[in-house]
């Protein structure tokens, strides 16, 4: 949708431009949204219960295994994934919002995880305290466009380690329904995302840092789930 919007002249345009933000994540922005929606995170984003659970079980978490939740939010995905690794495993999530993480940390309360815990940080920054046998990137689209973000999640994972992104992305513009497909792609997120650059590829940065990505459309083009194994030959390979 960025290079269709560029490449036009007009009100419209310039209305579509305004509306589609396409420059690099922004972190205070991101915070202002999730500070106003982290109450009604759930309600708003019920429809994607059903995507969440796909992307965890692609993961296939595995009793005692350590698991990174970046972006976690209000941690939706807390429950599948400590349910799989057990009592003995451990689950952090590394979350930006601290209004997100008050609700993150209520669940955890509530179900009295004592293996779950939450680092609030930018994720291209944060102190993450172990080194994970798999990560969930689960609809954290501005993490997708920060190589700086993704840098730091595969430096604290173990060689080998499993990676399983997922989320929305622009259908095939030339589908028939390509248009009205991805209008309502557009309403669903533009509150989560503060921008939709690399929409139609989402995973087009974490393609450059391992070896074995494979990517599953779903959702007719609307979504995709990326899996990979962690092997990057380090900043050489990055650089080439
Ligand atoms: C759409 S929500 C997804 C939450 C959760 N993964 C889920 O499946 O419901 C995106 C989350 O990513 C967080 N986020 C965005 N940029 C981030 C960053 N640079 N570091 C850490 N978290 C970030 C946002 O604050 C927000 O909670």
């Known amino acids: 949708m960025d290079n269709m919007i560029a490449r036009r002249s007009g009100a419209a345009a310039e209305a579509a431009r305004r509306l589609v933000r396409a420059g690099a994540p922004d972190r205070e922005l991101a915070l202002r949204r ?21 992307v965890v079980a692609r993961l296939a978490p595995l009793p005692g295994e350590v698991i990174l939740d970046v972006g976690c939010g209000t941690g939706l995905n807390f429950k599948a994934i400590r349910d799989a690794v057990g009592p003995g495993g451990r689950l952090i999530g590394v979350e930006l919002s601290p209004r997100m993480l008050d609700v993150a940390r209520a669940r955890i309360e509530r179900h009295g995880w004592a293996n779950v815990e939450v680092v609030q940080a930018d994720v291209a920054e944060a102190d993450i305290p172990a080194t994970a046998d798999a990560t969930l990137l689960c609809a954290v689209h501005d993490v997708m466009r920060s190589p700086s973000a993704l840098a730091n999640v595969l430096d604290h994972l173990r060689d080998g380690a499993r990676i399983v992104a997922g989320g929305p992305k622009w259908a095939r513009w030339t589908r028939s329904d390509g248009l009205s497909s991805n209008f309502a792609t557009w309403r669903m997120n533009r509150e989560c995302v503060t921008t939709f650059e690399g929409f139609r590829r989402p995973w087009s940065h974490l393609e450059h840092l391992v070896e074995d990505l494979v990517v599953d459309e779903v959702f007719g083009g609307g979504g995709y789930i990326a899996c990979a194994s962690s092997r990057w030959s380090g900043p050489a390979a990055a650089a080439a």
């Open 34 to 54: 999730y500070g106003a929606l982290a109450e009604k995170y759930h309600q708003r984003t019920a429809t994607g219960d059903h995507f969440r659970r796909q």
